[in-house]
């Protein structure tokens, strides 16, 4: 992956910087199923969590560490001895950890904030990274609010953390203020001046808070950058992080001005958003690219039209490019066990006989309640079905879903 120019890391923070947005807390269980999907999507990097904030998030580290195998498993971590010999201990059963510290350097930061001279700053971000090499190879510095760093000073901690083995420099638009030019300027001009620069991988993380967050990272990959910081979705602080999803489809669609590549089997994009919006009833608004329920809806005359005629007319993306159904089939209390199973067949969803009764019953059940039962509870039923058979013990998903059906 490091010997292609044009391969593009995807590293997942949904269970950290999403999962910290009010309204999206999950639960561990929650937490390693929805880490079990990113893996099955192809995500590079899982950042799993934060082991210093809480109990709860060493522990969900630990058991993603324990149980996902084939993506780099990230923990976070301040600059300080007891967030990294924490984060070093909840990645301990990992089979590829990498440990993710972080300090501001603007200096707004460190002077309001931080309460940090700049050569504190850079002599605690050293101590950091020597003490996180100790644990692991794989070692990433964030330079938070990097984008309103002074660039000389910026470049001077750069260095100093790839000198000290840092593999992956992060350079976070924290709070979500740059434009696109502007951004790829931006990692243009750091890579070009920064000595030892072709040792580390660079990487982008950007916030929505002006709408611009995929816009700004396409422009860092342009500029350079070559591992993306994103969540499904486009959950997290404030107004988001990056989507994931539009960022993968974006390079897709559009090959021909961004010639990169990811790991990422977009058809399981789809189902890994509604997973999410099934672990955290959250659900996304109905015209979000990629994965809103109208993404692929056409209604107008006209567009139905020119869609009967030659689809290409208004889709630049067939649905099933990112597994969104094509077919819309309204599942309720008439519905019978075919209607279930076809939509079933429709999702990817393998189900025996005996789980097909089961999610019959469970869809007229909710149908009683409700105008329509949805994709998503389609997947938790199945979800909590099959995790109650496992030794771990019965899924703590609430009932009350909201339902997220086409036909809704
Ligand atoms: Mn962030």
Same mark, same amino acid.
């Given at each position: 992956?490091?010997?292609?120019?044009?391969?593009?890391?995807?590293?997942?923070?949904?269970?950290?910087?999403?999962?910290? +947005?009010?309204? $999206? @807390?999950? =639960? #561990?269980?929650?937490? %390693?199923?929805? /880490?079990?999907?990113? *893996?099955?999507?192809?995500?590079?990097?899982?950042?799993?969590?934060?082991?210093?904030?809480?109990?709860?998030?060493?522990?969900?580290?630990?058991?993603?560490?324990?149980?996902?195998?084939?993506?780099?498993?990230?923990?976070?971590?301040?600059?300080?001895?007891?967030?990294?010999?924490?984060?070093?201990?909840?990645?301990?059963?990992?089979?590829?950890?990498?440990?993710?510290?972080?300090?501001?350097?603007?200096?707004?930061?460190?002077?309001?904030?931080?309460?940090?001279?700049?050569?504190?700053?850079?002599?605690?971000?050293?101590?950091?990274?020597?003490? +996180?090499?100790? $644990? @692991?190879? =794989? #070692?990433?510095?964030? %330079?938070?609010? /990097?984008?309103?760093? *002074?660039?000389?000073?910026?470049?001077?901690?750069?260095?100093?953390?790839?000198?000290?083995?840092?593999?992956?420099?992060?350079?976070?638009?924290?709070?979500?203020?740059?434009?696109?030019?502007?951004?790829?300027?931006?990692?243009?001009?750091?890579?070009?001046?920064?000595?030892?620069?072709?040792?580390?991988?660079?990487?982008?993380?950007?916030?929505?808070?002006?709408?611009?967050?995929?816009?700004?990272?396409?422009?860092?990959?342009?500029?350079?950058?070559?591992?993306?910081?994103?969540?499904?979705?486009?959950?997290?602080?404030?107004?988001?992080?990056? +989507?994931?999803?539009?960022?993968?489809?974006?390079?897709?669609?559009?090959?021909?001005?961004?010639?990169? *590549?990811?790991?990422?089997?977009?058809?399981?994009?789809?189902?890994?958003?509604?997973?999410?919006?099934?672990?955290?009833?959250?659900?996304?608004?109905?015209?979000?690219?990629?994965?809103?329920?109208?993404?692929?809806?056409?209604?107008?005359?006209?567009?139905?039209?020119?869609?009967?005629?030659?689809?290409?007319?208004?889709?630049?993306?067939?649905?099933?490019?990112?597994?969104?159904?094509?077919?819309?089939?309204?599942?309720?209390?008439?519905?019978?066990?075919?209607?279930?199973?076809?939509?079933?067949?429709?999702?990817?969803?393998?189900?025996?006989?005996?789980?097909?009764?089961?999610?019959?019953?469970?869809?007229?059940?909710?149908?009683?309640?409700?105008?329509?039962?949805?994709?998503?509870?389609?997947?938790?039923?199945?979800?909590?079905?099959?995790?109650?058979?496992?030794?771990?013990?019965?899924?703590?998903?609430?009932?009350?879903?909201?339902?997220?059906?086409?036909?809704?």
């Amino acid at each position: 992956m490091a010997d292609d120019p044009a391969r593009v890391v995807i590293f997942d923070t949904t269970l950290r910087d999403g999962e910290q +947005a009010p309204g $999206f @807390t999950m =639960d #561990v269980l929650a937490k %390693a199923s929805l /880490a079990r999907a990113l *893996d099955a999507l192809g995500v590079d990097v899982i950042e799993a969590g934060f082991p210093i904030a809480s109990p709860a998030d060493a522990e969900a580290v630990q058991h993603i560490a324990r149980e996902v195998r084939r993506p780099t498993i990230a923990a976070l971590a301040r600059c300080r001895r007891q967030d990294i010999e924490e984060a070093a201990r909840a990645l301990a059963p990992a089979a590829r950890p990498r440990i993710h510290t972080f300090l501001a350097t603007s200096d707004l930061h460190l002077a309001a904030k931080l309460h940090m001279t700049r050569d504190q700053c850079l002599e605690a971000i050293v101590d950091a990274i020597r003490l +996180a090499r100790h $644990f @692991t190879d =794989d #070692v990433e510095f964030s %330079a938070e609010d /990097a984008t309103r760093s *002074d660039p000389e000073f910026l470049c001077r901690v750069i260095e100093a953390v790839i000198r000290e083995g840092c593999t992956t420099v992060n350079l976070p638009d924290t709070v979500g203020y740059g434009t696109p030019d502007e951004t790829r300027d931006f990692f243009a001009a750091i890579r070009a001046r920064v000595f030892n620069a072709d040792r580390a991988v660079f990487s982008t993380h950007c916030h929505d808070d002006l709408g611009l967050a995929v816009a700004n990272s396409l422009a860092a990959i342009q500029g350079g950058a070559r591992q993306v910081e994103c969540t499904i979705n486009g959950i997290g602080e404030r107004a988001g992080n990056a +989507a994931l999803e539009e960022i993968v489809m974006a390079l897709r669609v559009r090959r021909n001005r961004l010639p990169y *590549d990811t790991g990422i089997k977009a058809e399981a994009l789809y189902e890994t958003s509604q997973l999410l919006t099934s672990l955290t009833q959250e659900a996304v608004q109905a015209n979000k690219a990629i994965v809103g329920r109208n993404a692929f809806a056409h209604e107008a005359g006209i567009h139905q039209d020119g869609m009967l005629k030659d689809p290409r007319t208004y889709e630049i993306m067939r649905p099933q490019d990112v597994g969104q159904p094509a077919a819309q089939l309204v599942l309720g209390r008439h519905s019978g066990r075919h209607a279930v199973q076809q939509r079933c067949n429709a999702l990817g969803l393998r189900v025996s006989q005996t789980e097909l009764e089961h999610v019959y019953r469970e869809v007229i059940t909710l149908g009683e309640r409700r105008k329509a039962v949805g994709d998503g509870d389609l997947r938790r039923i199945l979800d909590r079905l099959r995790t109650a058979a496992e030794p771990v013990g019965a899924a703590s998903a609430p009932v009350e879903t909201i339902g997220y059906g086409h036909g809704v």
